[in-house]
């Protein structure tokens, strides 16, 4: 799996927020396997230091990682986010948040597609936060956009695919963009059906470090996009309507 | 004079961004910065302030 020319071994894209403790959230991603964190940046008091503690903890994951501009509301705010990010985290890659409407944290679509396309033009790789919207989406690629991340469901909310049809309206238009389910998936069944679909990756943060024992459901997560992948590529059976026996007819004895 | 540190009223002695920035405790620190809401670069600290101005400095956080 490639996103922006660059070999990523793993599906499977961690956050690195809410964790109990900073031991905890090392174990989880050892136990993912996670090839790609996702990190922040924000304000930080003179003194404090709590930025460079984070930078040594996500260098020792060994990990790719990738700055969001989560909690950006407006066109110029993701992009000067996204600016101070590059320069901290030095690296090109920005998942794109441009929050549209505070209790879904649905994207701001018109702002997302416009912060893209600068960012695109100012050398970055561009990661959409989106919707499964198809039109969006298409608006998103001629931005300059080679990656799309379409959620879920909203943020933190752990529902799963809450529009099957409209997740897979999407990868079929695109069968050739890198996607990732980004967002509102709870349970690695979750993950493996948007792995089934074709989906390239899933990224998840809350249903991991929210859960009881986070490195076990890492792990968790971890097997279920390497089954959801496995299945995807096996090109799986047409499900259909009336029975149909698995163990041959003839043969059988006639016993009664 | 006083600018906005973070949101906060900041009187500060400092006429220049990295000189402001070593003033309040940042030296050294693994910092990123914003006057005005555009992005300052760290080649580009010798930026002078004028009162009022707003300083947004930022690090490395955790992120989803």
């Known amino acids: ?256 | 004079m006083q600018i906005m540190v973070n949101g906060s009223p900041t009187d500060v002695a400092a006429a220049t961004l990295a000189a402001v920035l070593d003033e309040l405790g940042y030296g050294g620190a693994t910092v990123a910065t914003a006057v005005n809401e555009a992005f300052v670069p760290a080649t580009r600290r010798n930026l002078a302030l004028s009162p009022g101005d707003r300083l947004e400095i930022v690090a490395p956080r955790q992120g989803g």
């Open chain 1, 1 to 256: 799996m490639r996103f922006y020319g660059t070999e990523i071994a793993s599906r499977l894209m961690l956050g690195t927020a809410q964790y109990p403790s900073p031991a905890v959230l090392a174990e989880a991603f050892r136990r993912s396997g996670a090839g790609i964190a996702t990190v922040s940046v924000r304000r930080e008091a003179g003194g404090e230091k709590a930025g460079a503690a984070f930078w040594d903890l996500v260098r020792e994951l060994g990990v790719s990682l990738l700055p969001n501009t989560a909690g950006c509301h407006s066109v110029r705010e993701a992009v000067t986010t996204a600016q101070m990010a590059r320069e901290l985290f030095g690296t090109s890659w920005i998942k794109l948040e441009v929050i549209g409407h505070t209790d879904t944290l649905q994207p701001d679509p018109f702002a997302l597609v416009e912060a893209a396309r600068i960012l695109t033009e100012e050398g970055f790789q561009v990661f959409p936060y989106t919707t499964e919207d198809v039109v969006l989406a298409d608006r998103l690629l001629n931005a300059g956009c080679e990656v799309l991340m379409p959620w879920g469901a909203p943020i933190g909310t752990g529902l799963g695919l809450t529009n099957i049809y409209g997740l897979r309206t999407l990868r079929a238009q695109f069968p050739d963009v890198p996607m990732v389910v980004d967002a509102g998936l709870g349970l690695p069944s979750q993950a493996a059906m948007a792995m089934e679909m074709g989906y390239d990756a899933v990224l998840l943060n809350t249903a991991v470090a929210k859960a009881g024992d986070p490195a076990a459901m890492a792990e968790g997560f971890a097997r279920a996009v390497e089954a959801g992948r496995l299945a995807f590529e096996a090109d799986p059976m047409e499900p259909r309507d009336m029975a149909a026996p698995s163990t041959p007819v003839i043969g059988k004895a006639f016993l009664s």
